[in-house]
């Protein structure tokens, strides 16, 4: 987190529709800059790009794909560094695959199944500029309204939402239907994607029974996203069986696939702090704060980005000390943050929060619809080092935020870590080990660390319940990054 940027326009997932299946694939000039203008900001958003050999190999098999869809190097693949399972894709043929994606697919062929369908959302788009607008006005009320000041306009146009808009069913099944077809084309077993849209189905599965996913967590699974109607499975398995090929006739490249995943980091990424619950960690920073109930929290390199009910939306930052107290820091932040808006300062609180010399502005900002409540709440963390949230509210929908309501419990629970809760954030990693005559399920998962690891390593094995991994083949485990 090395600034406070947020992104300054709203993106758009692509959608399938009318015949652009008989059509030859393009991708037009204005989508390519759109998709090139969006592509580092989506990046500084979302985690960033997930720089590693698995980037690489995305990046190929993808090339493999597009190339079978008539795009051959019309695309960008890339592999963002977030845990969340999803996979997106942006005007422009911009297709991104979280690395928590990476990790629960089981095959090369797999993969590309995922990438294909993405691109099957990039072909099929029949209105791309309709959506755009249509996009534009769903994103909420703040997102240019705010004049005089284009950070807080930045902030208030954040595309959390960007991950919650849903294909519709038969957006779904065209770009099922143009997966599997770029699947087979590029030599592939087409069985595949049925395949990995039962590992997601198991993902989701594994999701709501053990609670995997933390309540946050602002960006959705795949499956909200791309939603697993009940009988995607078979369609997409019945495809390929009309395909008149056997299952396994074409390669999965498994083993491909399992030699590149080993060392991928999994779950949260230290650098950028941990997602507990409600609760965010940084271990390197040594501080914490939990989001009120009905909040979420989107991690990024650059800022943690919080959204609340009713779109509120705020940040969570840091600085170093300016010349003064906190109050110098409290200020110039928010100088940066009004700019040439007209507003005017509603109070100001000087304190101690957990032990931390702490000062709070509120603030009132005019925008066209109405005026803004702002709120900025300063941290002097010592050695030189200031955080800070921002927080505010959708103009005349908000009232100005109190130390008793949520925003107050959000400012209140800011604190430095403990040394043994920075001990216990330990990154992890996936390893695949080979699976011995003696080895089971059992053995095997005894090795997860993670709380939920018979579970976990059934899920991303793809192993049903009762079943055992096959000897001399190789399975992943999630372990302490620091165990090889």
């Known amino acids: 987190m090395r600034g406070l940027r947020a992104l300054a326009s709203a993106l758009l997932l692509a959608g399938c529709g009318g015949t652009a299946a008989e059509r030859p694939a393009q991708v037009s000039e204005e989508d390519r800059a759109f998709g090139a203008e969006q592509h580092p900001r989506l990046l500084a958003e979302f985690g960033g790009a997930y720089d590693a050999p698995q980037a690489r190999y995305v990046a190929a098999v993808g090339e493999r794909i597009a190339a079978a869809a008539g795009l051959s190097g019309e695309c960008v693949f ?161 495809a390929a069986r009309a395909t008149g090929l056997a299952d396994d006739a074409l390669p999965e490249n498994e083993g491909a696939y399992l030699r590149e995943v080993d060392g991928l980091l999994y779950g949260d990424d230290p650098a950028q702090g941990f997602v507990l619950g409600r609760r965010f960690a940084h271990p390197v920073m040594g501080v914490t704060f939990e989001a009120p109930a009905g909040w979420t929290l989107t991690n990024s390199p650059r800022a943690v980005l919080l959204s609340g009910p009713g779109g509120a939306r705020g940040e969570f930052g840091g600085g170093p000390m300016p010349a003064g107290d906190i109050a110098a820091y409290a200020e110039g932040l928010a100088e940066a943050l009004v700019g040439q808006a007209a507003g005017d300062v509603a109070g100001v609180e000087r304190g101690l929060v957990n032990g931390l010399e702490s000062v709070v502005v509120r603030m009132r900002i005019q925008a066209e619809g109405g005026v803004v409540p702002l709120t900025v709440a300063a941290y002097d963390a010592g050695g030189g080092q200031a955080y800070h949230f921002v927080l ?57 660390a993670d709380p939920n690891g018979r579970a976990l390593f059934a899920m991303l094995n793809g192993l049903k319940a009762g079943e055992r991994p096959r000897p001399g083949g190789r399975v992943k485990l999630v372990v302490d990054a620091a165990a090889r």
């Not at 629960?104 to 500029?129: D, P, T």
């Not at 967590?217 to 995607?232: D, F, M, Q, V």
């Not at 809760?421 to 399920?441: F, I, S, Y």
């Open 78 to 238: 890339t592999l963002v560094n977030s845990d969340v399972v999803n996979a997106f894709a942006v005007p422009g043929c911009y297709i991104y695959l979280t690395r928590g994606m990476f990790a629960i697919v089981g095959s090369e062929a797999e993969l590309a199944s995922v990438l294909g369908h993405e691109l099957g959302h990039i072909v099929g788009a029949h209105s791309q500029r309709q959506q755009r607008r249509s996009l534009f006005r769903r994103l909420g009320v703040i997102a240019m309204s705010l004049t005089g000041s284009e950070r807080l306009t930045r902030l208030a146009g954040q595309a959390a939402q960007y991950f919650t808009l849903r294909y519709s069913r038969d957006q779904e099944y065209k770009s099922d239907d143009l997966g599997l077809r770029y699947l087979r084309a590029a030599g592939y077993d087409p069985y595949a994607e049925g395949e990995m849209l039962a590992r997601l189905a198991a993902n989701e599965r594994f999701t709501a029974e053990t609670a995997g996913r933390d309540e946050a967590r602002s960006i959705p699974e795949w499956a909200r996203s791309h939603p697993l109607t009940g009988n995607r499975v078979e369609r997409a398995l019945e």
């Open 392 to 448: 505010l509210s959708p103009p005349g929908r908000g009232t100005m935020p109190t130390t008793s309501g949520a925003d107050g419990a959000l400012i209140g629970s800011f604190r430095p870590l403990t040394r043994e809760e920075a001990m216990r954030l330990r990154p992890r990693m996936v390893r695949t080990v080979p699976v011995g005559p003696g080895d089971g399920a059992a053995s095997l998962s005894a090795r997860m």
